[in-house]
């Protein structure tokens, strides 16, 4: 299996969001270069402008008035936020329109600065040759001027200090390509030096028109706060202090060979003037200036780089995938080692784009989304075995579970519940600045994250997170969805108000929409499953699990063991034969915006409807259009809204891509299920439910063999690769196993492994 997963430019880069990327999952960067520079751009999760302002608000929605409002007649379009309806009040009017917070340009994340290193700035036809490593987590970059003279850069960041370490030198330097010299008073310079800063930010009207300018479109017409303000060196550390309290603290030393040289706005690092040679490094902390200089570690170079390699080593070997075709893997592992870079258990992940891409302002104010966004970044974390990327998901939405539970009981009057809102923000709010209609009440979200605590429940089975955050969790979910769905007539339980994906609310498009069954469906099933595991709320769980079989349309789902996500995108089921719209030219998911399709993907995979054979060739097509030289993929086109930064839910191809090797139903284990027939591929330990690691290879004409390891021991289905031939199984205990079904059961104890090949 190939293991040189590199990714390799040979040009100059000059975004951010096409950048080759560093990070240890809390601080990363985003590496691009300018006129005789190398940047750094720097990214810190949590680097927030927190400020919010609820002082005209109006009192959030509530439920009910939702109702009356419908049931007079009126509409609420999703997009456009039109109410049309007759007698319709001020109070309707206030709550149908975006309350006032939701137009301040905070909250919002923030960029965290930037770190030039100035190189030889004369030099001309030159080359470029910029490197990932993906195995050791190093950047190396050479820039080699016309005559041979070579500048050679290696970054690498910490796995667990926020340092991030750069090491340099120059070969074949002579008196003829030197340009370096003092000259009618302007400064002596070093070939080499390095600048650490944060640029002041425009205000949000400067920012507009310079958007307007560059793209012709106004998408930021934030009112209410003023820029944050310019940063400050104190002692030799950069201080970003945010009116809000928030702080960013940014230190830069060199090896023994520097000298700091400072203003008031920036940091300099100056070697000696005709050095060939340095390290500089970078500290970033969001606490304090002291762990800021704490970050910068012993300041070597090689001791960086040795941590890096082996933490890094470690995570890769996690999994292994070959899908068959070189680019394919490079999109399955730039994006798995953008995931490293970003996301860490108990680090805040980030929201809509990468932190180290941020621009002055983000679109959507780089916020949580919830509704598909937010989960994307996760898809196939847990899956490709990287639990301690998944398990950062948590850590994001603890403040909108928090919130979630005053929604249910203030705007819902429904005590002890949780109703997680459309779009939040990593921040302890006083009250839901999201309460407008239609969006801020619909339904399905609370399923949507419900099923995610489930998912690591089922991939782990890991009984202490089940007790600790997941039963607590989807009790509350639970609790919301057995007051909200309703007893009809008819015997099953109604779904209203609330409508699906972004579209109005009216009587129709509010009333047993199918995406808020399925959630609300599997979010009841959910919890009545774990309470069973644990011995708890007997009689509670007897009434979800009643529920969730009683809500019409959703059988099918709930019998295929299938998660509601990816059953079906925005309530749509797709049926055989039915084209993905993503290959639809002119339809705008093939046109403009690639972001819902590893979602889209991974349910016509999961559904047994995607025609592997017949759509390969128009898969790579479609990808292609979307690779980004960094090896990610780029979610909405820049004729539609320009350079955004690196939108974070691209990341999700890591999780359709590992679907197309082995995705596991309800235990059922099926491999191969999007690898064209005459195709080989492998993987290596991908992650089941019940807690199997799979591996499996796959040559040009058929399987060749299947291996299964039980972390905890148990029972896994099999769909039998070699149907009508027989499966032979080879314990490691030596017993054997010939099985003729085409799905057939293994019961594994714990530690045990098994070897499956055609009988």
């Known amino acids: 299996m190939k293991k040189d997963h590199s990714i390799v430019i040979n040009k100059p880069v000059y975004l951010a969001e096409e950048g080759l990327l560093l990070g240890n999952g809390d601080f990363s960067v985003s590496c691009y270069q300018k006129p005789g520079k190398i940047v750094f751009q720097l990214g810190k999760s949590d680097f927030w402008d927190r400020r919010i302002d609820f002082s005209q608000n109006p009192k959030p929605a509530n439920i009910e008035e939702l109702k009356k409002l419908i049931e007079k007649g009126a509409t609420i379009d999703g997009v456009t936020f039109q109410l049309k309806g007759d007698n319709i009040t001020e109070r309707e009017r206030e709550i149908c329109k975006s309350f006032y917070s939701q137009k301040c340009s905070a909250p919002m994340p923030k960029r965290a600065g930037n770190l030039y290193i100035h190189i030889p700035a004369d030099w001309h036809d030159c080359t470029w040759l910029q490197k990932l490593d993906m195995e050791n987590g190093e950047l190396t970059i050479e820039y080699t001027n016309y005559d041979g003279a070579k500048f050679i850069l290696s970054a690498v960041i910490h796995p667990e200090l926020n340092q991030l370490a750069i090491k340099w030198k120059l070969e074949n330097y002579t008196d003829e390509n030197i340009y370096n010299c003092f000259f009618h008073g302007f400064p002596n310079l070093p070939l080499v030096y390095a600048t650490c800063f944060r640029e002041k930010e425009l205000s949000i009207t400067e920012f507009a028109e310079k958007e307007l300018l560059e793209h012709g479109c106004r998408y930021f017409q934030y009112v209410g706060f003023p820029s944050l303000p310019a940063a400050q060196i104190k002692d030799n550390v950069l201080e970003q202090i945010n009116p809000d309290g928030g702080k960013l603290f940014l230190a830069l030393s060199g090896d023994e060979n520097t000298n700091s040289n400072s203003s008031d706005s920036f940091l300099r690092q100056l070697p000696q003037r005709k050095a ?173 994250v419900a099923a995610y605590f489930y998912r690591r429940w089922k991939l782990t089975m890991d009984k202490k997170f089940l007790v600790d955050y997941g039963y607590p969790a989807l009790k509350k979910f639970a609790i919301f969805y057995e007051n909200f769905l309703h007893l009809g007539n008819d015997g099953y339980y109604h779904s209203y108000p609330s409508n699906q994906g972004e579209s109005e609310f009216s009587r129709a498009g509010a009333y047993d929409k199918m995406q808020v069954l399925m959630h609300g469906a599997f979010a009841l099933h959910a919890a009545a499953d774990a309470a069973n595991v644990l011995g708890l709320d007997k009689e509670r769980a007897e009434k979800w699990h009643e529920i969730s079989q009683k809500i019409p349309q959703v059988t099918f789902m709930l019998e295929s063991g299938n998660y509601p996500e990816f059953s079906a995108f925005d309530g749509v089921v797709p049926q055989a034969g039915e084209l993905p719209d993503f290959f639809i030219v002119g339809n705008r998911f093939h046109d403009a915006y690639f972001g819902q399709m590893p979602y889209k993907f991974s349910i016509f995979l999961r559904s047994g409807v995607w025609q592997k054979d017949t759509w390969y060739a128009d898969l790579l097509k479609f990808l292609k259009r979307w690779e980004l030289p960094n090896g990610m993929l780029r979610a909405m086109t820049v004729a539609t809204h320009n350079y955004r930064g690196g939108w974070t839910e691209s990341l999700g191809i890591v999780g359709a891509l590992a679907d197309m090797l082995m995705f596991s139903i309800n235990g059922t284990v099926k491999i191969f299920q999007g690898i064209p027939e005459k195709q080989s591929a492998s993987f290596k330990n991908l992650r089941a439910d019940g807690a199997f690691l799979i591996s499996a290879e796959k040559g040009t004409n058929e399987v060749k063999s299947i291996s299964i390891f039980a972390e905890v021991g148990g029972t896994i289905k099999i769909e039998n690769p070699w149907f009508p031939k027989k499966c032979q199984v080879n314990y490691s205990n030596n017993k054997q196993e010939i099985f003729t079904e085409q799905i057939f059961v293994l019961t594994m104890d714990k530690n045990m492994s098994a070897e499956l090949a055609k009988g």
């Not at 302002?361 to 639990?387: P, R």
């Open 276 to 448: 060939m040679s340095g390290e500089f490094f970078v500290g970033i902390s969001t606490d304090s200036r002291e762990d800021a200089l704490k970050a910068l570690g012993d300041k070597s170079y090689k001791t960086t780089a040795d941590l890096t390699a082996i933490e890094t080593a470690k995570f890769m070997s996690k999994s292994e995938v070959d899908l068959g075709d070189d680019f394919l893997n490079k999109c399955f592992y730039g994006s798995l080692y953008a995931k490293k870079c970003v996301l860490k258990a108990n680090k805040l992940p980030p929201g809509l784009f990468m932190p180290s891409t941020l621009l002055d302002y983000a679109q959507w104010k780089g916020d949580f989304h919830m509704n598909y966004n937010y989960q994307s970044i996760f898809l196939g974390d847990y899956e490709t075995n990287h639990i301690e990327t998944g398990d950062a998901y948590f850590e994001g939405i603890k403040s909108l579970v928090k919130l979630g539970e005053k929604i249910s009981r203030d705007y819902y009057n429904i005590d002890g519940g949780c109703f997680i809102q459309l779009c939040g923000y990593p921040i302890d709010m006083q009250d839901d600045c999201y309460g407008y209609l239609p969006l801020g009440r619909m339904a399905y979200m609370t399923g949507w």
